[in-house]
């Protein structure tokens, strides 16, 4: 069964089009996460699932229930959504206990005690109940919110951009902690971010969003395998993409003779392969013609494991047209120096982007 | 810390909405309104004596002469007063001009002098006061006192005597002059008076400096410097009174005047108050009193510090003719207000 | 996957799935909020539709015989010359005085920063009556600007004084790293950041100058607001008062033009929460130092001492008799009850206007409050004048009643409680009441919990000042106020009026005291904000 079941949603600003034909699917359980740049139209999509914003037209439903559709809504406070917003927004007012207490209907020990719970499940020190909003760290203002959210048991979680406001090495544990926690709990999680690392990392399905279309979604590793379009796929992860033309299961293009996942005949498209796909061997002068091409590594820059190295490709056509450069990654220790000649080869099929 | 509102102060506040609450929506049922321009402490006095004889309760509201009288012209026929009373007689006249008096009964007409009241018995004096040139000797000696207020416009006097053009006491002795004098020459005096006057604020600045020796010379009431005299007389010791008489336009005597509204809703209560003002009570307390007003009541005597009235050969005017509105018009013209 | 669902849940659709309200914040209830908004400026207009009304009444003729005439270019002149020469000085006092209590060592700092402030706690007519009583032929030009300097130069300190406590001094230490000596880095790199807290303090001076009566009525220094109010005593409504008062208007208009064009393009800096740099301090020599607290020392004597000397001086003279009970305790009371009233009343109103500003900031919403901010620098008697002439000829029921005071009030207060408001419901963004209504509260219970009790402070601290301000007021209530009432303020005018000196004391030593909690807590403010 699907939790949560967007269907064309339309939202428009004046003359700016936040939200266009917007539908998506989310499984009871996951992790969804809403990837896209700025201006995207994620944060929108977000708060109308959370009933702040209204769509113009579409339907959302939850658990079967309709929440909005062209006719009816229910508003935002009986909706039983968790909302964690990128700053935490803990009331300046109230202490912690008091924050996380906010959303429970009970009173008295019964409630201190699950604020107990709840502050243990985020790991926060049983002392800090009495502490201020301002006196805690980033990290700690996002837990609080977080556990703030669980308390109500929501049917459903939202976060906005969760750890962006956070220090670059808390991030990923954040990250980890709050996977944990939400798979322990077994709450339906959606989650809005521009970092596309994190967006890999954390989802069980992805949805990349543009200029408030939802370009595609699906298995992150699906997604990043087989991207829809150049600007998808670039903003998934580097990547290599290059003219090419298909014949019957491969591209002829500047890496010579590669296999591809689409049998189109005799049409010029662009392909794209993953840096982790391409391989780097020193040439020696004995070796054989291989599969793959030669090239002449221009560039080296050495960052401990990786290094990025820029080749050159020989060009195909004889002729002063210098050949195409790309970056490849390799390991630190066993790059190749600048200057050397070396084969570049590639493992697995590369992928054809659609038209855009 | 983010305080909250302290709940002590949630209910004074409340408690001061109802209390607000009450005092404007309580029908302000307090027996009389009196719209008073007299010196406050001497109506109240007559107020204090009215209902500790009649129990009838009194409300004042304090003001100026014309202030007032223009007011209750606006006001109309649903003014809440139910008396007017005032210090000089061009505000009567104005509130007369407006049709808004009633008649007063004959008998409360019959207390006042004839000299002291139009004829047409819509209002009546209660009060009466002098124009007095008050000097300071030290720096005017007595030869060069003027002989009529009019020798003031004259180049000799520039920056020699005082005055409160903006009070409705010196606006009824320009009303007298206008109606001695006529409008041109008036017109002129005043324009003369702009040149040579410095301008204070109330008869009792004016008062206080000429005795500081500020400057030489004023053209007030009599009262003030009697009243004065009667506390501790520091505004007043360096002082001298002179009156012009002659029938000049500088010995004017003022009348304090008091009329019954035709609007009112307690016109029996408020011709009682009358009454009881020019009646022997009233005008006793401005024998007794420390007003140092003249008294109008037939046979009432005034306080026995005063030059007596009859001594002050004042020019026959009739008070039902001051033109408060024209003396202000020509004030204004002269750029005097 | 189990999820236990709460108790009431069920996946069935619910009852309360409400019929759908399409649209814009206006449609939901927002509404209700635009339209009291535009009330309250509706009313805020009143006085100047009054001015322009009046105007057009009395026909072109008698305008130009009533306005063109040498006694208002006599006044013209005194209020220019006023203005002129009063401002800068205020000016000039004000910045050194910031500059030497917040970028200097000058010993005792604290204390004088304090006593600026203090002077606001005296109203300024209390500063003439102490001046007149000390030397009594002070009068004119010179007294005016004298006492007017005294009791307005903290309108300058305050803001001023906030500002320099919260400057960059890293733009200082570039701009002498680039070679500037310190004299020319205090010219050319401090003093324009002044500009915006030096021109809303200037601006606020020239219209207390163009507004006060008692001040110099004292003195006999005949400017407008004395000249409307000898009119006004003399023909009530006449049409010269409202000429007056028309060309006082546009006084106060031209002042705030010229304010708007000296400020420029720059805006006022948002109230944030930047960490508070280290500021660089002037070591002051010996001889500086004698000359800064020689200072400090006359003017606090000027501003606190003979005002405060001359009170006692007249307590004592007065003895126990002044102290007419029965006279001073209604005044009180009825004084507490206009501040009371007044201040909840018109922080009630700016409700409204300062949550369109916060919420849904626009151009219709700044329209709204640009008018409330033309009326309120209209002095107290064109106000007052405006409010008898309608209340007379339109609403005579709510005529000369406590309603009319308090709306006199409201239409000459509003801004104060407006930008306290303001930067109370800062404190409380939206996303906290989104918040709270995802963790289960309706929309109402949301704003109660969370933005009230949020903004609370902020509603309080501007319902102060709009009290402070009712305390002190003097021509608006000499007008309006219904019979037999009387605050302390107008007590004190009628004992002045009839020079007894010794009677007036008690109320202006009460007047002082129900003012220092309050400028108290404007000090206090100014410590926590920065220019506004």
């Known amino acids: ?356 | 810390m983010i305080s909250r509102i302290p709940p002590f102060l949630k209910t004074a506040l409340l408690a001061t909405a109802l209390v607000s609450a009450g005092h404007v929506c309580a029908a302000d049922d307090v027996g009389l309104v009196v719209y008073n321009a007299q010196h406050e402490s001497l109506t109240k006095a007559w107020v204090e004596g009215f209902t500790q004889e009649t129990g009838i309760p009194v409300t004042l509201r304090n003001g100026d002469d014309t202030e007032m009288g223009n007011q209750i012209v606006q006001e109309g026929a649903s003014s809440p007063a139910d008396v007017f009373l005032t210090e000089n007689s061009p505000a009567m006249v104005l509130v007369d001009n407006a049709g808004l008096f009633a008649p007063i009964d004959k008998a409360t007409l019959e207390q006042v002098d004839n000299a002291y009241r139009p004829a047409h018995g819509k209002w009546l004096g209660i009060a009466a006061r002098s124009t007095v040139f008050v000097y300071n000797p030290s720096k005017l000696p007595e030869a060069e006192l003027p002989k009529s207020i009019m020798d003031l416009a004259a180049p000799s006097w520039k920056g020699r005597w005082g005055a409160s053009p903006g009070g409705a006491d010196f606006q009824a002795i320009v009303a007298a002059m206008l109606e001695q004098k006529g409008e041109a020459a008036t017109l002129e005096w005043l324009k003369a008076m702009k040149t040579n006057f410095t301008a204070y604020r109330g008869n009792s600045s004016v008062l206080k400096a000429v005795n500081a020796g500020q400057i030489d010379s004023g053209v007030i009431y009599h009262y003030y410097s009697f009243v004065d005299q009667a506390k501790t007389g520091e505004n007043s010791k360096n002082t001298r009174l002179y009156y012009f008489k002659h029938k000049d336009p500088g010995a004017f005597v003022s009348i304090s005047g008091g009329g019954v509204l035709a609007s009112s809703k307690h016109k029996e209560q408020a011709q009682a108050f009358l009454k009881w003002i020019t009646g022997k009570d009233g005008q006793a307390i401005l024998k007794d009193g420390k007003s140092f007003e003249y008294a109008v009541g037939k046979n009432a005597q005034s306080n026995p510090a005063l030059t007596p009235l009859q001594q002050l050969d004042a020019p026959t005017v009739d008070a039902s003719k001051l033109d408060s509105k024209k003396a202000v018009e020509l004030m204004t013209q002269a750029g005097l207000l | ?532």
């Open chain 1, 1 to 356: 069964m699907n939790t949560l079941e967007l269907h064309a949603l339309n939202k428009t600003y004046g003359t700016h089009r936040a939200l266009d034909n917007v539908s998506l699917s989310v499984p009871s359980g996951s992790r969804t996460v809403i990837v896209g740049p700025s201006g995207s139209g994620k944060t929108t999509l977000l708060r109308m699932i959370a009933g702040f914003e209204f769509p113009d037209t579409g339907r959302l439903s939850l658990n079967g229930q309709t929440l909005v559709d062209s006719t009816h809504e229910v508003p935002a406070h009986q909706r039983l959504i968790g909302y964690v917003p990128q700053d935490g927004a803990l009331f300046p007012h109230m202490t912690v206990a008091a924050n996380i207490g906010f959303g429970l209907a009970t009173k008295g020990n019964e409630k201190q005690q699950r604020v107990a719970e709840l502050m243990d499940s985020v790991a926060l020190d049983s002392n800090m109940a009495e502490r201020w909003p301002h006196e805690l760290s980033g990290g700690q203002q996002q837990r609080v919110a977080l556990a703030r959210a669980l308390a109500q048991q929501p049917r459903l979680m939202l976060l906005d951009e969760p750890f962006s406001a956070l220090d670059t090495g808390l991030r990923a544990a954040m990250r980890k902690m709050v996977a944990k926690l939400l798979a322990d709990a077994g709450v339906t999680t959606i989650l809005v971010t521009h970092d596309q690392s994190e967006a890999l990392s954390f989802a069980d399905q992805l949805a990349v969003m543009r200029q408030g279309r939802l370009v595609q979604s699906g298995h992150p590793l699906d997604l990043y395998r087989y991207p829809e379009d150049e600007q998808t796929a670039l903003f998934l992860g580097d990547a290599v993409v290059m003219p090419a033309r298909i014949e019957a299961g491969w591209a002829h293009c500047d890496l010579g003779r590669i296999p591809v996942n689409n049998h189109r005949n005799n049409s010029t498209a662009q392909i794209m392969l993953r840096p982790e796909q391409l391989q780097l061997v020193s040439l020696l002068p004995s070796d054989a013609e291989m599969s793959g091409c030669r090239a002449v590594v221009t560039e080296r820059d050495f960052s401990g494991n990786t290094c990025t190295l820029t080749v050159e490709l020989q060009p195909l056509a004889n002729g002063d047209q210098r050949g195409r450069s790309l970056l490849v990654r390799s390991s630190g220790m066993y790059a190749p120096p600048a200057g050397s000649a070396v084969h570049v080869s590639t493992i697995g099929h590369a992928h054809v982007l659609s038209e855009p």
């Open chain 3, 1 to 532: 996957m189990p999820e236990t669902l709460p108790a009431g849940v069920t996946d069935a659709v619910p009852a309360n799935l409400r019929r759908r309200s399409r649209g814009t914040f206006a449609s939901r209830g927002g509404a209700w909020v635009v339209g009291l908004s535009v009330l309250v400026s509706l009313l805020a207009l009143l006085p100047i539709a009054y001015v322009i009304g009046v105007s057009l009444q009395t026909g072109w003729a008698t305008v130009v015989t009533l306005v063109f005439r040498p006694r208002v270019g006599e006044l013209l002149v005194n209020t220019v010359l006023l203005v002129i020469i009063t401002v800068p000085l205020c000016i000039a006092l004000g910045v050194t005085l910031a500059w030497l209590t917040e970028r200097t060592n000058l010993p005792g700092r604290r204390w004088w920063s304090l006593l600026a402030t203090a002077p606001l706690a005296v109203p300024a007519f209390v500063h003439s009556y102490a001046w007149v009583s000390l030397v009594p032929p002070i009068h004119g030009l010179f007294a005016g600007v004298l006492v007017s300097v005294i009791a307005y130069f903290p309108f300058l300190y305050l803001p001023v004084a906030a500002t320099l406590r919260r400057l960059d001094p890293a733009i200082e230490d570039v701009a002498e790293s680039l070679g500037l000596k310190p004299r020319a880095v205090f010219f050319r790199v401090v003093l324009p950041q002044l500009r915006l807290a030096i021109c809303g303090g200037a601006l606020l001076v020239g219209l207390h100058l163009l507004a006060e009566y008692g001040l110099y009525a004292m003195i006999r220094f005949d400017t407008f607001t004395t000249a409307i109010f000898d009119q006004f005593k003399s023909t009530f409504n006449g049409p010269a008062a409202h000429m007056l008062a028309s060309v006082l208007a546009l006084c106060c208009l031209a002042m705030l033009t010229v304010e708007s064009a000296a400020r420029g393009n720059a805006r006022y800096a948002r109230v944030g929460s930047g960490s508070a740099r280290e500021q660089r301090i002037v070591c002051l020599r010996a001889p500086a130092t004698a000359l800064a607290l020689a200072l400090q020392l006359m003017t606090c004597a000027l501003a606190l001492g003979v005002p405060l000397l001359t009170l006692c001086n007249w307590l004592i003279a007065g003895g126990l008799p002044v102290w007419d009970m029965a006279e001073l305790l209604p005044a009180l009371e009825q004084t507490l009850l206009f501040g009371v009233a007044g201040a909840a009343l018109t922080t009630c109103a700016a409700i409204p206007i300062a949550w369109l500003s916060i919420r849904y900031p626009g151009r219709m919403q700044r329209a709204l409050e640009s008018c409330n901010y033309i009326t309120s620098s209209l002095p107290g008697i064109v106000v007052a004048l405006a409010l008898v002439t309608v209340t007379i000829h339109f609403a005579r029921p709510i005529y000369q009643t406590t309603i009319t005071v308090l709306l006199a009030y409201l239409l000459m207060f509003l801004p104060r409680a407006l930008v306290s408001l303001r930067a109370g419901i800062a404190q409380a963004p939206v996303e906290l009441e989104n918040i709270a209504r995802s963790l289960g509260r309706s929309p109402a219970r949301a704003l109660w919990l969370i933005t009230l009790r949020l903004a609370a402070p902020g509603a309080a601290a501007g319902a102060a000042l709009v009290f402070l301000a009712i305390t002190n007021e003097l021509t608006a209530t000499l007008l309006l106020a219904p019979n037999g009432t009387r605050t302390l303020a107008t007590g004190f005018w009628a004992m002045t009026s009839e020079i007894d000196y010794a009677a007036a004391a008690p109320y202006a030593l009460l007047m002082i005291v129900l003012s220092l909690p309050l400028t108290g807590l404007l000090y206090h403010q100014s410590k926590k904000t920065a220019g506004r």
